[in-house]
Every structure is written in structure tokens, then in C-alpha cells.
């Protein structure tokens, strides 16, 4: 079942049929068979909406994600986004701290996409301390540089936020925290979420929908809880079998 | 896996001569667009002397074919080069291959025996630095040293002391040009195989060895020398340049008949096919030295898989 | 970390030297004194033939005692006519040395800095280029700088000396020699900092800066050119000596800036002819002028932390 799901308000990004195909074939190594990464998604994603991507690695997950973030390009399909400006979707990468030039401070890094007067209510916003914006990316813990890459991604006024494994790095309390902090942004900013998770761990306690994504395509898809008691696939089931945390229900 | 082995060994080749064919195509457009680039040319010289008529020098121009435009005359150049003729000195008025086979046959002659020198007399030196402790920092610190020391000061001290003492035949001979180009080159072959040495020596495999009971003489014979072997092939390789670098100067300074002081001679008068031809040459002496020194490295180290 | 400050004081030193050697030296360099040809180097006596101390030092000229006079007429130091003073003796001409060497130290040092800016220019713009760009540009740069690599060095910069004019004044002449020197060495760092681009422009903030939309000319100066910085550092020591002496190599060969300004291969060159220095050591000076400059480089380059 790749159909699209219906929700019920208008949708802010609409993807359909989206494929993409690596080859590593080149002038004197014929290489292997091109590997599909995409093979056919199409999903809905509205306003205030979190919807989750679950898979093992190399399901595809990121490339979708590079494909919606406007960093690579789909060989076909069609991404549909409602707002004009590209600049409305961020992506939080698996690492956040790596996302943060190291030499710069807190100041720079925020103010980077052009939005100098703003550092202030965007630190505060994120938890961050005002008078941290002086200090080196390097002074800040792992837990705060999420939470910079965040700010930063704030300052471009988003209304999609991609988190590819972005708590993956923290540990469990900071992600408690993490997760506290963007459900509360999504009150206040009416934030949609796209979450990547290679297991059910905090997709499940926190998505609105879980897309279960295998081989480049979606399997199932459904919210939680009637994912976990009425599962389809296969894949799903391995999923569930793994989750750290238990089920949520 | 070894019949495979063959057949890439066999691609690679055939690959890196290709490449060096074009590298080589690259080289001499590269010239002749210098030439262009340049103001005046052989003739420019006796267009100003009153006694040569400017239709006189219009004809020479045109007999040498300086009169062409430069594509064409680059064409007729790669033609003629591919049959081993590479134009008519315009100094000497001979063929400039006639000029230059010799002279690089000396100038080979004077790098090959300079780099057997270099190994023969580094590496045991290296690897005696790399057993001894203090003696072997001294010899360390002395090849730094020496390392700094220019080939051109070393060149005209050399012939300072082959005058004063009259221990080397004069001019022209290959012994003092050979042990003076071998003593630029010695310091890194005997910094860079003390510091293999030392790296394979305390590697857990010669620890295990030796703890194994295999005598020390087996070992390094076995084990070390060919473990140090393969970071001395690629320094080998890569200073292939500098050595013919140095080559130049030290046939200039000492008087050896290589390529040097013909292309110097060559500089001064503007003989432009000798220019080409010597350069065009040098670069083919350097594909081959590294193409030597890759094939010398897959031969001894058979981990290495030729990379696609 | 002291031998580093140790070698870049000695490099101040020497480089502040040259820089006032107007001031310095107590002759132009040009100025022959027609009547003291090969004047040995006079010795600063404190003591006279009777054992007496005297306070301001002296030298012998023509047997007669000259004390120096220090700070007049412009001049660091300077003997009263009709007495000489010749510190590192006179060349053929009759010129002083001494005054030759720092004035000659400015051609020489100062081509090698120049000549070392002007290649980095070069290789940080082409490198960053085909880095950054990637695509056609990236082919087209990289199969050009193999092309310049595939010849020894000096086979190369012989043959782009080749085609330019021989004999200009010397200002004209000292610039096409920074000219020569700087463009035949892009090709190294150019390599080198492509390498550098490509890798930090994969880093996880260049593509956060792209996700919001910031302009190339940004992401570059804040995001890539920091990271070119250090490894340009690291270049600049290396090639800084060695372009000094391809500067000194070419005046030795004739073909950098010529007589009569002073440079330091010019002033080696007279070597070549045998017998010259056994007879007139001190006309090596230049070289130990030459000696520690290479050395302090060659120094810093193994002790700077940035080093690999």
C-alpha cells in the first residue's frame, strides 16, 4: 500500500512517486547493477504534523530526506511544497554538531542565515542562555549544539523541519529534553516535523505517523498505536520485536 | 587469484602508457604555445644586422617553417616527432635528435649510476641508523643537514676540490658528477629507510617473530627489508624529478655532455626544436622512471591492487 | 618551540639586514674600485701592531690604519679617503663584496617571496576553482597542472625562461624572473588545495549553509578559506627557500637578472671557471649568505606543529 494517506487539513508538502537510482559505474570498472535508494514514495505531510520514516539502514531514508531538503535531486517524481522559498524546509542532520562551523561562535552560527537581531529570542527560545552567544561552538556540550543547529534553523523562519536521526547522538535525558522542547516549538510555531529513525524508539512516542520504509519504498504506514497492535509487513514486525523502549500503548 | 593478477597488471600498464602518451601530447603543445607566446624568435637577432637583407630572413624563417601559424606548425612538429625526427637545430643546423640522442643517453647514464650510488651506499646506512641509538640520531641529524645543502654550492665545492686535488679526472668523466648528484640524494634514502626500519621493527609481527625464535639475520632478510622496501619504491618515484632536476645543474657546473648544458646552450641561442626536444625528453624520463618505480612496487607488494 | 623562535629570528635578521642595505653597506654595489681587483676580506682589528687597545675599531687599507666611522654620511660605517674598507674583499671589478651580498640579498629574497605569493595566488584561485566548481573546470585545471608536473622542474622553468627576452634592465628582468618562478610552480598547491576544498565542502555546515540559501562567495570565505590557511602556511615555507634558489639558480646560469646589479647566483657564477676559488676564496660568500636562509626554512618546516 504506497497510496497516498488522507488527512484531514490541506497539505503543505506533497510528495508522489519519487525515485532514485545510484550507479557506481564509471569508465573502467563496470560495477555492480545500479541499487534503487527510491523507488516509487509518495506521502503527505500538513501543517503541525509529525510524521515519521522508520527503516533499517540503506532503506532510503536519507535520500529522501536529501531529496525534500533540496540537496540532491530525484531522478523522477514530483516534490510539492506549499511555501515558496526553499529555505522554509531545514534539515537537522544525524550529528547536529557537525551542522556548526567550529570556529565560529554561537552569535555567528545563529545569525548566519541573516537574522542578526533576532540571536537573542532565538538562543531563549531553544533553552540557550543569551549571554552564551559570545562563546565558541566548542565550549558547548553536545546536548546545547542540537540545540544551536536548531536555533539556526529557527532563523530561517521554517515551516518543515527534517530531523534525520538528529537525537540519535544524545543521550537518553537530553533527548527527553529535545523532544519536549520540539513538540513545544510545534505548538508555538505550528512546525511540521519529517523524523528519520532506523527504530521505533522515540518515533513511537512522539510521531502523529509512522511510515515504515524498506528497500526504497514505503510498506506500511499508520499511525502508532495502530501500527504496533495490527502490524502488516514483515519488516514492521522485526521493527517492533527491536524497539529499546518497549511499546507505547 | 594470480592469473587475475596478471591480466590487471597488464590493463594497468596499458593504461598508464596511454595516459603518458597524452601527458606527453600535453607537454610538447605546452612548449610550442610558450614559443608563441614569445616575442621575436631565432631570427629576430639578424633582422638587425644591416648586412642580412629582410628577404633573406623571410626565407630562412620560411625554410624552417617559422613562418606558419601555430597549429600547423604544431602538427607538422607531432608528425615528424612520432618518426623520431624532431626538427632541424636551428644553431647547429643538424637534426636535433642527432644533437640530443647522445646527450641524453649521458644524461641516463649520469642519473641511473647517481641513484644506484644513492641506494647502494643509503639504505645499508639507514639501516645501520635504525639500529644503532645514538649514532644513528647523529646520522639522522646529519642528513638533515646535509639535506639543505643546494646541489649548486655542492656542485661548485666539488669541483673546487676535484681542482685543488686532482683526485678526479678532469672535465667530462662520469665520477664526479655521479658521487656529487648521489650526495643530494643520499641524506632522504637514508632518513626515509632508518624511519621504514624503525616502523617495521617494533610492528607486533616482528615482535611475535622474534619472540618465535627466527634468528635476526632471517628476519631482516625475510621481513624487514621488503616491508621498508615498499615506502622506498614511492620516495624513489617521486623524486625521480628533483634528481633530474639536479641532473641539469651538476652537468652544467662539472662539464658532464647531457642535456643540460645543451638545452642551457640552447636557452641562450633560442634554438627552439632543441628546446622542445630536451624538455619533451626530460618528461619522458620521468614517466618511465615512475611508471618503473609503480611496476617495481606491485611486483614487491602484492597487496597493492591496482586501483581502477 | 625555542628553535622556532631561534629561526625566525635568524630569518629577521638577515631579512632586516637586506632591507636596509643602503644603510648598511658602505658602497653601491655597482662601484668599482678599478684599483683594488680581488681585494682579500680586511679583518676589524682592536688592537694595533703595538698591542694597544683601541676603542673605535680599525682596518687596514694600503698599510695604513683607517678607524671605522660610524653613522655618518647616511652610512652605518664608513673609513675616511683615500682608505678602503672591503669587509668580505672585491670581486674582479673591484666592488665591494659586502655591499654586494645585501644588495644583491634583496633580488634574491625578495624574489623568492614574491615569486612563492604569486604561485600560492595562483594555486589557492585554480585550486579553489576546480575544488569548489568541480564539473569541466575541475578536468580541464587538473589535466593542466598534471602537464606541468610531468616535468622535472628546471627542465620547465628553462623552457619558459627560453622564450622570454634575455637581456631587459634589471627591474624589467627581476619581475619576468618572479614571473617565471611563481607561474611554474601553480601546479602543486594548486593540487593541494583542491584537495582541501573538496573535502570541506562536504562538510555537514557548508551544506547547512546552502540548505539556507547563502551565496558561494560566502560559504567559501567563512566555511573553506579558514581551512586553506594553515596549509597555505605550510606551503609558503616550503617553497620560499626553494624558489630563493631557483631565483640564485638562474642569475648563476645567466639568464636572471644581470650585471651590473648584484644578485647572488650573478656573484657565484664567476666559480665556474676552475681555479677562480682557490685562488679568490672569498668570491664564495654569496653562498654563506645563501647557506642559513635555506636552512632556517628547511628548519621551521620540520618544526612547525602544522607539518605532516
Request: proline share 7%.
Amino acid at each position: 500500500m504506497t497510496g497516498d494517506f488522507v488527512t484531514s487539513p490541506e497539505p503543505i508538502l506533497r510528495v508522489s512517486n519519487l525515485t532514485k537510482t545510484y550507479s557506481k559505474r564509471s569508465w573502467f570498472s563496470p560495477g555492480g547493477p545500479p541499487k534503487a535508494a527510491l523507488n516509487g514514495i509518495s506521502f503527505n505531510l500538513s501543517e503541525r504534523e509529525t510524521l515519521a520514516f522508520v527503516g533499517p539502514s540503506g532503506a532510503g531514508k536519507s535520500t529522501l530526506v536529501r531529496c525534500i531538503a533540496g540537496r540532491e535531486r530525484p531522478d523522477s517524481g514530483d516534490i510539492w511544497f506549499a511555501g515558496e522559498d526553499r529555505r522554509a524546509i531545514q534539515l537537522i542532520p544525524q550529528d547536529p554538531g557537525t551542522s556548526l562551523n567550529p570556529r565560529l561562535t554561537a552569535l555567528q552560527v545563529v545569525s548566519e542565515p541573516g537574522a542578526g537581531r533576532r540571536v537573542p529570542e532565538l538562543l531563549s527560545m531553544v533553552g540557550l542562555p543569551v549571554e552564551s552567544s559570545g562563546a565558541k561552538v566548542t565550549a558547548f556540550s553536545g546536548g546545547q549544539r542540537s540545540r544551536l543547529a536548531l536555533a539556526r534553523a529557527l532563523a530561517c523562519d521554517p515551516r518543515i523541519l527534517i530531523l534525520d536521526e538528529s537525537l540519535a547522538s544524545l543521550d537518553l535525558p537530553v533527548q527527553a529534553q529535545m523532544v519536549n522542547l520540539l513538540l513545544d516549538l510545534q505548538d508555538r510555531l505550528g512546525l511540521a516535523y519529517i523524523l528519520i529513525a532506523h527504530d521505533l524508539g522515540i518515533a513511537g512516542h512522539f510521531a502523529d505517523r509512522i511510515a515504515v520504509i524498506d528497500e526504497g519504498r514505503i510498506v506500511e504506514e499508520g499511525p502508532p498505536v495502530e501500527l504496533f497492535q495490527r502490524p502488516q509487513h514483515p519488516r514492521t514486525r522485526s521493527l517492533i520485536a527491536c524497539a529499546p523502549g518497549g511499546i507505547p500503548c | 587469484m594470480r592469473a587475475g593478477g596478471d591480466s590487471v597488471l597488464i590493463r594497468y600498464l596499458a593504461r598508464r602508457a596511454l595516459h603518458a602518451v597524452l601527458l606527453l601530447f600535453g607537454v610538447s603543445a605546452l612548449s610550442f604555445a610558450l614559443v608563441d607566446l614569445a616575442p621575436g624568435d631565432y631570427f629576430t637577432d639578424a633582422r638587425l644586422n644591416p648586412r642580412i637583407s629582410s628577404e633573406t630572413v623571410a626565407g630562412l624563417r620560411g625554410e624552417y617553417g617559422l613562418d606558419r601559424p601555430l597549429p600547423v606548425r604544431y602538427l607538422r612538429w607531432l608528425r615528424s616527432a612520432m618518426a623520431g625526427d624532431l626538427g632541424v637545430s636551428l644553431a647547429y643546423n643538424l637534426p636535433a635528435s642527432a644533437l640530443l640522442a647522445p646527450r641524453a643517453g649521458n644524461t641516463l647514464l649520469l642519473a641511473s649510476s647517481a641513484l644506484a650510488l644513492a641506494w647502494l651506499a643509503g639504505v645499508p646506512l639507514g639501516w645501520w641508523a635504525a639500529t644503532r641509538k645514538w649514532p644513528g640520531r647523529i646520522l639522522s641529524f646529519a642528513a638533515s643537514a646535509a639535506l639543505t645543502i643546494p646541489e649548486l654550492l655542492m656542485a661548485v665545492m666539488a669541483s673546487i676540490v676535484a681542482v685543488r686535488t686532482g683526485w678526479f679526472p678532469a672535465g667530462g668523466h662520469l665520477a664526479l658528477p655521479a658521487l656529487v648528484l648521489a650526495a643530494g640524494s643520499m641524506p632522504v634514502v637514508i632518513r626515509h629507510t632508518r624511519a621504514a626500519v624503525l616502523e617495521v621493527v617494533d610492528s607486533p609481527f616482528l615482535v611475535a617473530a622474534r619472540a618465535h625464535g627466527i634468528s635476526e639475520g632471517r628476519l631482516v632478510f625475510r621481513y624487514v627489508l621488503p616491508a621498508a622496501a615498499n615506502p622506498l619504491i614511492s620516495l624513489a618515484g617521486l623524486s625521480l624529478g628533483t634528481l633530474l632536476s639536479a641532473s641539469l645543474l651538476v652537468e652544467v657546473i662539472l662539464g658532464w655532455p647531457g642535456l643540460g648544458p645543451l638545452l642551457l646552450e640552447a636557452v641562450y641561442a633560442r634554438d627552439v626544436p632543441v628546446i622542445v626536444g630536451s624538455i619533451v625528453i626530460s618528461a619522458v624520463f620521468l614517466m618511465l622512471g615512475s611508471l618503473v618505480a609503480d611496476v617495481a612496487l606491485y611486483a614487491c607488494d602484492p597487496r597493492i591492487r591496482v586501483e581502477a | 618551540m625555542t628553535r622556532l623562535w631561534l629561526v625566525a629570528l635568524t630569518l629577521a635578521a638577515i631579512h632586516l639586514a637586506v632591507a636596509l642595505a643602503g644603510f648598511i653597506s658602505p658602497y653601491d654595489p655597482a662601484e668599482q674600485h678599478r684599483d683594488y681587483p680581488f681585494e682579500p676580506p680586511m679583518a676589524v682589528h682592536f688592537f694595533d701592531s703595538g698591542g694597544n687597545f683601541h676603542l673605535r675599531p680599525f682596518v687596514f687599507s694600503a698599510g695604513r690604519m683607517y678607524p671605522l666611522q660610524v653613522l655618518v654620511n647616511g652610512k652605518l660605517f664608513q673609513v675616511e679617503e683615500p682608505g678602503h674598507v672591503f669587509l668580505l674583499g672585491t670581486d674582479a671589478f673591484g666592488r665591494d663584496q659586502f655591499s654586494r651580498i645585501l644588495h644583491g640579498g634583496r633580488v634574491s629574497l625578495g624574489a623568492g617571496l614574491l615569486a612563492t605569493l604569486l604561485t600560492l595566488l595562483a594555486g589557492l584561485i585554480l585550486g579553489s576553482v576546480a575544488g569548489f566548481y568541480g564539473g569541466w573546470r575541475d578536468t580541464v585545471l587538473m589535466r593542466l597542472a598534471e602537464v606541468f608536473l610531468a616535468l622535472p622542474w628546471l627542465y620547465l622553468l628553462l623552457g619558459v625562461r627560453a622564450f622570454l627576452p634575455l637581456s631587459l634592465d634589471p627591474v624589467r628582468t627581476f619581475l619576468l624572473t618572479i614571473a617565471v618562478i611563481g607561474v611554474v610552480g601553480w601546479a602543486r598547491p594548486a593540487r593541494l588545495f583542491r584537495g582541501i576544498v573538496l573535502s570541506a565542502k562536504e562538510r555537514e555546515y557548508v551544506y547547512a549553509a546552502r540548505g539556507f540559501g547563502a551565496s558561494s562567495l560566502h560559504i567559501f570565505s567563512w566555511h573553506i578559506l579558514p581551512d586553506l590557511r594553515s596549509a597555505a602556511l605550510t606551503q609558503a615555507t616550503l617553497l620560499i627557500p626553494q624558489y630563493i634558489l631557483a631565483e640564485v639558480t638562474l642569475s648563476f646560469l645567466g639568464l636572471g637578472v644581470g650585471e651590473p646589479a648584484p644578485s647572488w647566483g650573478g656573484m657565484l657564477a664567476p666559480l665556474r671557471e676552475a681555479g677562480m676559488l682557490t685562488s679568490h676564496w672569498w668570491l664564495a660568500m654569496p653562498a654563506f649568505a645563501l647557506l642559513p636562509v635555506v636552512m632556517c626554512y628547511y628548519a621551521a618546516i620540520s618544526t612547525s606543529p602544522s607539518d605532516r
